[in-house]
């Protein structure tokens, strides 16, 4: 083969690599393969320099960084959506009776026929083939002109340099460009590492590569893309439909998502919508609505447009996820533990279909990493069901000591050097991110924590004794610890505020019929750092009764399934307090009981001592019911695979777990021979 031939064949095959790899997510060479092709194109154009074509892989980082962007007049204006700003069905039904009014139709006719999509939140580029050759990138600007970024869009993996066979003499592809929220947390983490800026949204990262000016730079920041629509086409034997259209591109090798649909009607674009509602938050990015069109491109053409806007498309949002709101203050909680947290208090703002008045800020090196200050103005994000956090500060609206000054008015969160609840020290271990208050059951906070721990539900369960009422026990000195619970009466409970003579004695028959627990609720019940749910269950099953456990030393504890030295050393530290142990005794004393059994003897157990991974999917047991059967013969299961491993059980779609354990050497076993390990 000659050289051009030879080139020619590396920048195809690199091509379809780069496509299998970075569009359809399915890889059909190893890394090292791809880069030995990779160096041998590279060396070709260095030799020969007339062979360096514009779709060349080898060129997809390497300009020089510009003075400033040229602009762009795009042929084809860029136009926006309308926005359905009612986020509730009805937004859907509302577009469909406009589109059927604009074309004529009555009741009678039939459903129109949609394409429903997501909508990206990124930012919007023409790419501009010629002869299947990636020509040009412009930003959308004001729709009418934009600006020239074709460098930076190059850097794009997943943006093809050339088309597949069959491209027209001029296409424009528009779409969106992104970045994915794992590639956003990486990205920001390689930052944080380094000590350099970090991102403040997946949006603004995607936005703010675009317009780096250095090319370099921009290659440093993962973008992905996806394809949505196009702009001027030439001499294209064109699909009738939007949703033609779009697998039309993808067979040209552009990335189309696949959560898309053609539906018909209102009642189609609903469940759509209802549909990535509930997929949003595991989608690998943010989206904030999806985006309805009618699929017929004749159609398209009769509704035309109104100022800009297309009338056969709209776009219908969500809840939003993030919000700006302004930190009124910054408070510390004072948790069971003594684990000082600080709190933001915010100017309430509604978020994620709630209203959000505080957010945690973790602990003293998380607030300070995000370096937010009393006054600020801060992203809070909420997605999903998960808690509410502040994501950033806006820098310019930070307030400033005077108009001129670069000194802000407030400082750096730090932990308090002693507690506000109780005024002992407050320490932080070297090391340990978080600051705690060392005043121990003697700190009302902590005491409050303790108490309301003891009493909740996956504890003793004790209902009705919630935050309000223990706040005033222990502030009127009814309570001071957990025993005292079992020593209330009616007139001390009655006589507190807005409690009724009913609710008291309600109070006390939760509190009796509590008497009777398991020790695995006992031992959780104590708030012991770091004994769960889980370890307490595990740990009253090891022990049996109550006594081996309090008189278990670390070494003994350690023989407990998932125990290791951390959380031995938490028990035995707190069971050698001596307050601890008074607490514990005087329970005993309030007519606390429970079935009480010998300890397990582990060393009569066949699997005693032996550690094993599981790792695929089992044909018949679930990972639960296999970690359960191990476990009751006495075998320890472990994450990660190591030397100290005896078995691997291996089922379907076994992953580097396998690997590790064929390197190491370990046994591996099937799901039938560990029935058979089992049995035996
Ligand atoms: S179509 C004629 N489809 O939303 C309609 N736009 O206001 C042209 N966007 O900034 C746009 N996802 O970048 C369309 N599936 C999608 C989209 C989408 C996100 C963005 C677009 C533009 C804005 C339109």
Redesign the pocket.
Known sequence: MDAVARAAWLRETLARHNHAYYVLDAPTVPDAEYDILFRELQALEQQHPELLTADSPTIRVGGEALPSFPSVRHVVP??????ETDTEASGALAFDQRVRRELDLSDADPAVEYAA?????????NLRYENGILVQAAT?GDGETGEEVTQNIRTIRQIPLRLANGAPPVLEV???VYMSRPDFERYNAKQRERGAATLVNPRNGAAGSIRQLDPKLAAQRPLSF?A??LGEVQAWDMPTTHSGVLDALAMLGMPV?EH?VTTHGAEGLITFHAKIRALRDQLPFD??G??Y?VNSISLQRQLG?VTR??R??V?HKYPAEEALTVVEAIEVQVGRTGAITPVARLQPVFVGGVTVTNATLHNEDEARRKDVRIGDTVIVRRAGDVIPEVVGFVADKRPMKDLFGSEPLYQPYSSPTTCPACGSSVEKPEGEAVARCTGGLFCPAQRKQAILHFASRRALDIEGLGEKLVDQMVDNAILRTPADIYKLGVLAIANLERMAEKSASNLLEAIARSRNTTLARFIYALGIRNVGEATARDLAAHFGNLDAFLLADEAALQEVNDVGPIVASSIRHFLDQPHNVEVIEQLRAGGLTWPEGEPIRRDALPLNGKTFVLTGTLPNLSRDEAKAMIEAQGGKVSGSVSKKTDYVVAGAEAGSKLDKARELGILIIDESQLLELLKS
């Open positions: 860029m136009l926006s959506i309308r926005t999509e997501l909508k990206f939140d990124g930012l919007a580029i959308r528009r779409g969106e996806f949505y629509g998502s898309r989206i904030d999806v985006v069109k447009f806007e297309p056969w498309a776009a």
